[in-house]
């Protein structure tokens, strides 16, 4: 058989690990190709100079695959025609193309194949196809490559740069890396020299031990400052991994003879064995580590086989390191490359040692057998949240997507085997992949990163990467108390490169900058809704309108007009009426049968939690004279025990069963209006209370990236259970959709009066509201909730419902000994005076609707009278107590507009116009106090604080930008405001010219 007639029969592609997008064949297979992940280790290149180079096939076969090329037999020769781009890419193919047929098959090979056919669309390499794959890769080297190749195929949130081509720090690109830094410079100076260039980059004299020290100390601030989240070690490509202790009179006579040169370095592999300043290096390898373990930084060492031809491995036995782990246990060690071939001492290592993590970046690519085999071993041996699956080890970003889609094939394959085996359970195994592919790490690197991330602002201009978005000459309220106002703000990307002075981000401008001059205008982080309705907002754009209908009579023409337009048959939902508007009368069926006799009617209060069925919706229900009364509900009866049309919170339900699911076309276009309506008032965020219908609506639309607005999601309470399993199957969400929250009720509300309050109604004494739910119902669901990790936010109104929740949460917590949960009691609107502190105390989050107070204060005084109007609404009074303040808007019930919202928190003033000094006015916030409420203290409401809810590098490039300065205009002329512009991930998705 001929060559090519082997090659014919050779598999190609299809013996590649699948793509990414390839449909998996089962839900371990579906869940591990599908989770973000984060990358252990990176050394890829700055994306402008990656695009700025003429970049071929030979490039990317030049990390790692030309190593088993070489060591396949390719010549000095041969190695330097195949890296000349200025040799025919034919004459340099023949060159490799023999080499390459026998290393195709390594891990590096597959790799780039991968790679090639993945990213580039051609399934061969060959003679035929490489002019095709360059031209392909030429066609793709431009800005925008970073994004579509690690965020949109390889789903990788973060990935830990190595940037070894640079001595001193520089600021990784926020929205792809998180910073590696190297202090072997410091522990192996190679002569009097190297230790001259310590002193240029860190302005440190070095000319003893000590000058040394603090240069190594001065190079780990400022590596802090840039971002820096973990050290890393090479030393194994120089010498065996084994640091003794060593006095400083031993280290300060090896410095004095390098500075002499009094001992020449050994030349060659000579090298790896004889160190003539070993106490020198073995004293700064400790300095390091002390400081690592002063700034509670972890450390990365490089074990195992090193990258190259021809190394010393048994330098790199992770054993060696046994004495560090003792004597530096606060230090955490992330030991590189599954330790190859020393994986079984790397096990070990992670079994005994607390601060010991066994990774296997680079390990797919070494050897995808023995990849699967250590996985299998590790995940015997050591404890799950101390092994890390996946790091890249790559320059260019093509090639770590391929190795993300090895390592997730092999990761799959190994947890499918493992249920076979019996050794976990499906959902159990899906759980450990996210651990070991993001959990794992992301709780490792990220919060040193978090950390980090506001020091880097104050870096020279010219270290960061060039702006896609600049915003000058603005007034900028950033939310981040170091740096609290700014004129100018650059973004790259998705995420925010620098806030400053105008001048500094004019530095940070290039020539594809888009410059936006702001004129004075007030530019505020992205607003974030911690309360809403999203597709109900939606779908009321489009339906009856009587929110703001003052009589009885215009109730009834309004829904007459809107019948007489709509189709026969159609049923009318929404409408979002006031009765307090025509005096406080309920509406009833027989006000509207006459005008709707071809349409069912349900039609809704403003505040949700009762409803108008018009004569032929109670026949459709089955609601008649005989219905009995549902628990945690109310059927409105006439004297003779009719039913009115009325129903309130759980009897709605008797109706709400049979409306007629909305088609998924008119839920698609109910998001997409809500999304344009919230843009257009400065929302990027939203906190959805909805169901498990709407959740796969925002699924839909993220697959279809069609999603212009960031949603965390909640789902009812009582389906804990559910959510439970989705989370661990699919884990949390990403930027765009988030996952992990549930939503569950303790009563009404106060218009419908079915809030429960501890003293009755004024003018109904034996009316105290009700529960919709028991407290033993809402216990049990809490605990359990809680105790799967899940975010439990419940809505309670009245004063006796907020303080039976309240007792829940203290009761959960304490038996859970729950840390940080988070709890969040939603609305939160009438509070018994002793139960205000009780917020702050316990960690409860009180999410509020600020509307609501100039809604209610126009009729709440009759209500529940002047004593319990007090502590309505009590935002100062929280704030005061320490409670972390959450604001939303409850859209459809009230507009979602923060401005609004600001307007009324601030001023009180009711929309009747008749309290223009504000209701119940000792309970006004500042401007700012309510600004941080819509944001950053929103953003700690999802557990979003690192991400979002102020401007600052690294953060997601989020922000509204408002036509005049809040802070700085009289509180009444707030409601006037407009907000101009709306950028969301540094896309501006609305704008008024």
């Known amino acids: 058989m001929d060559r090519r007639s082997l090659i014919a029969h050779l598999p190609a592609a299809a013996a590649l690990p699948a793509a990414a997008g390839a449909k998996p064949a089962n839900r371990i297979d579906e869940a591990v190709m599908s989770m973000e992940i984060v990358n252990t280790h990176e050394h890829i290149l700055p994306e402008d100079e990656r695009t700025s180079q003429p970049v071929d096939f030979f490039t990317l076969a030049g990390h790692y695959a030309i190593n088993d090329v070489i060591s396949a037999g390719l010549s000095g020769d041969g190695l330097a025609l195949v890296r000349n781009q200025k040799a025919a890419a034919a004459d340099r193919w ?189 004293y700064m390898f400790h300095h390091m580590l002390r400081l690592a373990g002063a700034h509670r930084v972890p450390v990365q060492i490089h074990t195992g086989l ?33 330790s190859y071939p020393y994986q079984h001492e790397l096990a070990v290592l992670a079994k005994i040692f607390p601060n010991v993590h066994a990774d296997l970046c680079w390990a797919y690519i070494i050897s995808p057998a023995i990849a699967r085999a250590a996985l299998h071993e590790f995940l015997e041996t050591v404890p799950a949240n101390k092994i890390m699956a996946f790091g890249g080890d790559y320059r260019y970003p093509e090639l770590s997507y391929a190795h993300s889609v090895m390592a997730r094939r092999n990761v799959a394959r190994v947890l499918n085997e493992k249920v076979t085996e019996g050794f976990c359970t499906e959902l159990e195994a899906v759980e450990v992949a996210r651990m070991i592919l993001h959990d794992n790490p992301a709780r ?14 104050a870096l020279a201009g ?145 505040d949700g939690h009762m409803a108008l069925a018009n004569s032929l919706a109670l026949a459709a229900a089955k609601v008649t004279r005989g219905t009995a009364e549902v628990d945690g509900g109310t059927i409105v009866r006439d004297e003779s025990g009719e039913p009115t049309g009325i129903l309130k919170d759980n009897a709605m339900s008797l109706v709400a069963r049979v409306i007629p699911d909305r088609s998924p076309e008119m839920t698609d276009r109910a998001l997409e209006a809500a999304m344009r309506y919230v843009a257009a008032r400065g929302v990027t965020s939203v906190h959805h209370m909805g169901s498990w219908n709407d959740l796969a609506a925002f699924q839909r639309a993220h697959r279809n990236k069609k999603l212009r607005t960031r949603i965390y999601a909640a789902v009812p309470l009582a389906t804990w259970h559910k959510l439970d399993e989705l989370v661990k199957l699919q884990g949390r969400g990403d930027d765009w959709l988030r996952i992990g929250a549930l939503k569950g009720f303790v009563d009404g509300s106060l218009g419908s009066r079915t809030a429960a309050f501890f003293e009755p109604f004024n003018g109904s004494p034996g009316d105290r509201g009700l529960f919709v739910n028991t407290p033993g ?76 107070a100039i809604d209610d204060g126009r009729w709440a005084g009759k209500v529940i009278g002047p004593e319990r109007i007090k502590t309505t609404y009590a935002f100062r009074t929280l704030l005061d107590t320490g409670a972390k303040l959450a604001f939303g808007s409850d859209w459809y019930v009230a507009p979602p507009s923060p401005l609004e919202g600001i307007y009324a928190a601030v001023t009180r003033a009711t929309l009747d116009d008749r309290n223009p000094g504000g209701w119940v006015p000792e309970q006004k916030i500042t401007v700012e106090e309510a600004l941080r409420t819509y944001t950053g203290a929103a953003a700690y409401a999802s557990f979003e604080e690192d991400r979002k809810g102020a401007l600052e590098p690294g953060k997601l490039a989020d922000f509204a930008m408002i036509d005049r300065d809040l802070t700085r205009i009289p509180p009444h002329q707030i409601r006037s405001a407009r907000v101009t512009m709306t950028v969301l991930g540094g896309e501006i998705i609305h704008e008024i010219r």
């Open 306 to 338: 090193h990258a190259g031809n021809g190394n010393f491995i048994r330098n790199s036995n992770p054993t060696h390191l046994t004495n560090l782990f003792f004597l530096y246990p606060r230090v955490q060690f992330d030991l590189f490359h599954m």
């Open 777 to 852: 119902q809402l216990y049990d669901w809490t605990y359990a909730a809680a105790r799967a990790g899940l975010h439990v936010m419940v809505h309670a109104i009245g004063d006796r419902a907020i303080r039976t929740q309240l007792a829940i949460f203290e009761r959960v917590r304490r038996e859970l000994n729950l840390e940080d949960p988070r709890f969040r009691i939603e609305h939160a609107q009438h509070i018994s005076p002793a139960d205000i502190p009780r917020f702050g105390a316990l960690g409860v989050i009180p999410s509020m609707q600020p509307y609501h």
């Open 94 to 282: 023949r060159a490799f193309e023999p080499y390459w047929k026998c290393a195709r098959l390594t891990g590096y090979g597959q790799a780039l194949r991968i790679a090639v056919r993945d990213i580039y669309g051609v399934s061969e390499i060959s003679s035929g196809t490489i002019g095709r794959i360059n031209d392909a890769i030429r066609a793709q080297n431009r800005p925008g490559l970073y994004r579509r190749v690690l965020k949109e195929r390889a789903k990788i949130r973060f990935s830990v740069l190595d940037d070894y081509w640079n001595r001193a720090p520089v600021k990784a690109d926020p929205e792809f890396f998180v910073l590696a830094r190297k202090f072997d410079q410091f522990i192996m100076p190679a002569d009097a020299a190297a230790v001259g260039r310590m002193q240029e980059y860190t302005g440190v004299s070095v000319t003893s031990l000590h000058g040394l020290e603090q240069a190594m100390e001065k190079s780990f601030e400022q590596s802090l400052a840039a971002g820096m989240v973990t050290v890393k070690s090479t030393a194994a490509y120089n010498r065996q991994l084994l640091f003794r202790e060593v006095t400083s009179r031993e280290a300060s006579a090896d410095f004095d003879a390098l500075m002499r040169n009094a001992r020449p370095q050994p030349q060659g592999f000579r090298a790896r064995v004889e160190r003539p300043y070993r106490n020198l290096e073995d």
């Open 462 to 606: 010219n270290a960061l990467q060039p702006a896609t978005l600049a915003v000058v000459g603005a007034r900028i309220w950033t939310g981040n108390p170091r740096q609290p106002w700014a004129q100018a703000i650059a973004v790259r990307g998705a995420t925010i490169l620098a806030v400053g002075g105008n001048d500094t981000i004019r530095k940070l401008a290039g020539p594809d900058t888009r410059i936006i001059y702001a004129r004075g205008q007030m530019i505020v982080p992205g607003f974030i809704d911690s309360h809403i309705h999203f597709l109900e907002g939606g779908l009321r754009l489009s339906s009856v309108q009587l929110r703001d209908a003052r009589t009885r009579a215009e109730f009834v023409a309004r829904l007459r007009d809107f019948a007489a337009a709509a189709p026969p048959g159609a049923w009318i939902t929404g409408g979002d009426w006031d009765h307090e508007l025509w005096g406080g009368e309920l509406p009833r069926r027989d006000w509207i049968d006459a005008v709707t006799p071809n349409h069912p009617v349900w039609v809704n209060r403003l």
């Open 444 to 457: 490792l690197f990220a919060a040193r990163a978090r950390s980090a991330t506001p020091a880097a602002a």
